[in-house]
């Protein structure tokens, strides 16, 4: 309303971010379009985008009421802001296709101030009138996020606009989903080496060789990586592409948070960062779903030198514990225990065959941990003390099958503290032999509530969740901290 004068201030002569997306999904919202809503939304000074189209008409049909016209409607209001927003740094694309395309080569001239684009589809970039008005309009462009691209030369089109940027001036990369970026793209983000701090990468399966060609980013301090693809064991099978991805890696001496989804190579790539003594991990993320996970026994080298990267805050893995033995746990638990400054703790899957012990060691040995996220078999109230030192602990979820009474619940709660104000307590897989009542559930959530302002959910074990065999559980059992199994 500012930007149309209705207000007492001129609010947008200010504004700083214009995200659209929001009014589009009102616009398609069947609630909205119907009745006295819509009437009343588009009247006084907001009439003038009351902007419709002739609906289609089926064959042997009647003439059907005319609709909005969505994409002319976001534009138009878009066109009106920025307009008056002169000092906007931050501009995100609506999920109309290609909206950004064609409204570009108006709203670009306005944009001096712009800092961030954040396009739905990143075709825009094909049109090298959009390009060369982002180039001389927007100098200050340095955070480029990109949702999909639906043209098979996106790879060259967003290539070809990464170069017509000055040199080392973009400092932040991102696809979320398959931009069907590879090569090209790779190679001109080394033309921003020195500046590129932040790389987020979707990779399918042809483009995964991209990796190896960003031996100019060296600055990257935050990398994440989703491949989408057949699992490929990298080492095993592309060992020269391997090698180059590694060579790269071990040159990011700033590199602190690493992501890596859906590869199966994940542990071998981050192995040599462990072992570097110039890099100094905060965060490390390996995510990969069912079929794409690595095994937990293949790789004990890994998760001993887990316990070398003192600097970790984060820590999540996510892998296939099958045939995993008793030492390959007592190793990677071990490992965990030395991480004294952790705060994030996900182990999903790893961690299927836990018992009391491991989370009592985890709990003992990382008095800062925060979030808890773990699996194990036969969880019981022998957990709680432990878990109850933790005073900074704001989230807890036993994502494994539990065997969890009132009474041990309770007498954890009693010794909460203000450090653990918000506290969400999950439990996932409740056996259904000691299972809660209802009321019992009750007395827990009323509890944590009134001690901490907590909440509880909990659910119990249904379907075929993926939990391992019982003798498996008993070979493993009676976990016993010993600090030379973290020693390389």
């Known amino acids: 309303m500012s930007a149309l004068g209705q207000t007492i201030y001129p609010y947008c002569k200010h504004l700083r971010m214009l995200d659209l997306r929001d009014l589009g999904y009102l616009l398609e919202e069947d609630k909205f379009r119907q009745g006295k809503i819509v009437k009343n939304f588009f009247s006084g000074p907001l009439e003038r985008f009351n902007l ?49 395309s064609s409204a570009l080569l108006s709203w670009a001239p306005r944009l001096s101030h712009l800092r961030r684009l954040d396009l739905w589809d990143g075709n825009a970039l094909a049109d090298e009138t959009v390009c060369g008005l982002l180039h001389s309009h927007s100098p200050n462009l340095d955070a480029l996020r990109i949702y999909f691209a639906t043209s098979q030369d996106a790879d060259r089109h967003i290539a070809s606009f990464i170069n017509g940027r000055a040199p080392n001036t973009l400092t932040y990369f991102e696809c979320i989903s398959d931009c069907h970026i590879g090569v090209e793209t790779a190679i001109a983000l080394n033309t921003h080496g020195k500046s590129l701090t932040v790389l987020k990468l979707y990779l399918t399966e042809d483009k995964i060789k991209a990796l190896g060609c960003l031996q100019g980013c060296t600055s990257v301090t935050t990398l994440a990586v989703d491949y989408s693809g057949q699992p490929d064991d990298l080492k095993g099978t592309q060992n020269e592409l391997y090698l180059e991805i590694v060579e790269w890696l071990r040159a990011c001496v700033a590199l602190r948070d690493i992501s890596l989804s859906h590869m199966i190579s994940a542990p071998d790539l981050v192995l040599p960062l462990l072992l570097s003594k110039e890099i100094q991990l905060h965060k490390l993320q390996i995510n990969s779903k069912e079929g794409m996970m690595y095994l937990v026994k293949d790789h004990r080298d890994f998760h001993q030198s887990l316990g070398q990267e003192l600097s970790l805050q984060e820590l999540s893995l996510r892998a296939d514990p099958e045939g995993v033995e008793r030492d390959d746990l007592d190793t990677m638990t071990t490992s965990i225990c030395s991480l004294s400054n952790l705060r994030h703790l996900t182990l999903t899957r790893i961690s299927d065959f836990f018992t009391d012990q491991h ?14 996220y773990v699996g194990g078999y036969g969880i019981t109230d022998g957990v709680w003390d432990s878990v109850a030192r933790l005073k900074n602990l704001k989230s807890l979820t036993f994502s494994g099958l539990t065997d969890f009474t009132m009474a041990g619940m309770l007498r954890f709660v009693e010794q909460l503290g203000d450090g653990n104000r918000g506290l969400m307590l999950a439990i996932d897989n409740a056996a259904n032999e000691s299972a809660l009542t209802s009321e019992e559930q009750d007395a827990v959530r009323e509890a944590l509530s009134a001690k901490v302002d907590g909440s509880l959910a909990y659910q119990l074990l249904t379907g075929m969740a993926k939990l391992p065999a019982l003798h498996a559980v008993n070979n493993i059992a009676n976990f016993v901290y010993r600090p030379e199994h973290a020693k390389v």
């Open 359 to 372: 989370i009592q060691a985890f709990a003992r040995h990382l008095e800062n941990l925060e979030h808890i």
């Open 52 to 100: 419709t189209v002739e609906a289609p008409v089926r064959q042997g049909s009647r003439n059907r009421p005319k609709r909005l016209d969505i994409r002319k409607i976001v534009v138009t209001v878009g066109d009106v802001i920025t307009e008056q927003s002169p000092l906007l740094e931050a501009l995100t694309e609506p999920t109309q296709d290609g909206l950004l």
